[in-house]
Each structure stands twice: as C-alpha cells, then as structure tokens.
C-alpha cells in the first residue's frame, strides 16, 4: 500500500484533457515539493514535472501540475496516443524520512 | 548520450550479496544528491535510497535498512549500491537517478534474486 494514492487507471480519447490525481498527508505532499514522472513501457521513467508546478525543458505545455494541502495534480490536454504509458508522483516524507512513489496511473487513450 | 550508466546486475541466490554500480558522464556529478529506485517485474516504481552530493548523508526505505548500503566516489564519477542478505523480493530492475529536480536517470540493471 503506497502512501502517496493515484488511481490505478485513466482515459481520454485524442484532444481531450485529463487529469490524474495524487493524495497524501501533512507529511509529505502538504509539507514538499511533488514531482511527476512519466513511464513508457520497457523504459525508464522520465521527469514530466518538478517542484509542483515546473516543467524541465523539453517537455511539451500540454502536462501541467498542481498541488493543493496534501493533494497533487497532473494535466494533460491535448491527449495524444504517445502518452499512453505509466504516470508516478513522488515525493519526500518527513515521517519517514524517505522519498516515496504513488502506486501509478496507467493512462489509456482510447 | 545516456548521463548515467547503471551496471552489475546478474541472478544471485538469496542471501548473498550484489553490488551495483553506476556511472555518470556529461554532467556535473559531484553537484547531485543521487537515488537508487527499482522496479518488481509488473509492479510500481520504488525508491531504496539517496546519498548527498559530498556523501555526507544517507536515507533509506525501511525494506532495505540494514541490508543495503550506498556510497559514492566524486573522484571516479560513480554511485554504488551494495546490496546483502538478499531477498526473493528483491528482484528488481534498479535505477539511479540524479537529484529529482534533474532529467538524469539511467536505463537500469536487472537483479534476480533466486534459488
């Protein structure tokens, strides 16, 4: 059981937005900085989002964060079929003294 | 070119040891903490462990404290992981990973623990 909770799964058809939620506690979400990472099958996963809200270089408009007290959020709009793959937020937890993964969100775009 | 390059995986029976390392070029090592995060066949990604940039610091999940140890070497560009008493549910693809703010990830080595 992941202290960070994501939905197991999402869909979206091409064009449209979605978004993919990330809940935690005082402890970690509430208290830290949240990052998003993307995973593509058979790859490693890659930075879509850090420090809640900034986007490295490279990576497209389309996916935004958001955090609010101890809830994340990624969106991605103008879904298209290349970003049907695995999505992770992570961050620190000053209770356990440790960084930690939500379970993933497996995105579909039907 | 890939920025960090991970190595010394292979299967290994439970209860001895492994020790990863992994290799950085192209940037600035000695400027990142750096991570350790595997992956179970079919399952999530995981965090193990992250060591400051000097070394100076070191965090662990609780299902590897004790048994896992990570270090560095600036001089040589190298993050290592080693790895003992090994368990079934140690099997793995490991990852490290440059600071969560930074892109650098490498592409991982397979561990399988197994009789």
């Known amino acids: 059981q992941s202290v960070l909770t994501q939905p197991p799964s999402a869909s979206g058809t091409p064009g449209q937005r979605v978004t993919i939620s990330c809940s935690g506690s005082?402890?970690?979400?509430?208290?830290?900085?949240l990052y998003w990472y993307q995973q593509l099958p058979g790859t490693a996963p890659k930075l879509l989002v850090y420090?809640?809200?900034q986007r490295p270089s490279g990576v497209p408009d389309r996916f935004s964060g958001s955090k609010s007290g101890t809830s994340a959020s990624l969106a991605i709009s103008g879904l298209r079929s290349e970003d049907e793959a695995d999505y992770y937020c992570?961050?620190?937890?000053?209770?356990?003294?440790?960084?930690?993964f939500g379970g993933g969100t497996k995105l579909t775009v039907l | 070119q890939v920025p960090l390059v991970e190595s010394g995986g292979g299967v290994v029976q439970p209860g001895r040891s492994l020790r990863l390392s992994c290799v950085a070029a192209?940037?600035?090592?000695?400027?990142?903490?750096m991570h350790w995060v595997r992956q179970a066949p079919g399952k999530g990604l995981e965090w193990v462990a992250v060591?400051?940039?000097?070394?100076?610091?070191?965090y662990y999940a609780d299902s590897v404290k004790g048994r896992f140890t990570i270090s560095r070497d600036n001089s040589k560009n190298t993050l290592y992981l080693q790895m003992n008493s090994l368990r079934p549910e140690d099997t793995a693809m490991y990852y490290c990973?440059?600071?969560?703010?930074?892109?650098?990830w490498g592409r991982g080595t397979l561990v399988t623990v197994s009789s």
């Open positions: 420090k809640n809200t």
């Open positions: 990973a440059g600071d969560f703010s930074s892109s650098h």
């Open positions: 992570a961050t620190w937890d000053d209770s356990l003294s440790g960084w930690v």
């Open positions: 005082s402890s970690n979400i509430g208290n830290n900085y």
């Open positions: 192209g940037i600035t090592f000695s400027s990142y903490g």
């Open positions: 060591i400051s940039d000097d070394g100076s610091n070191e």
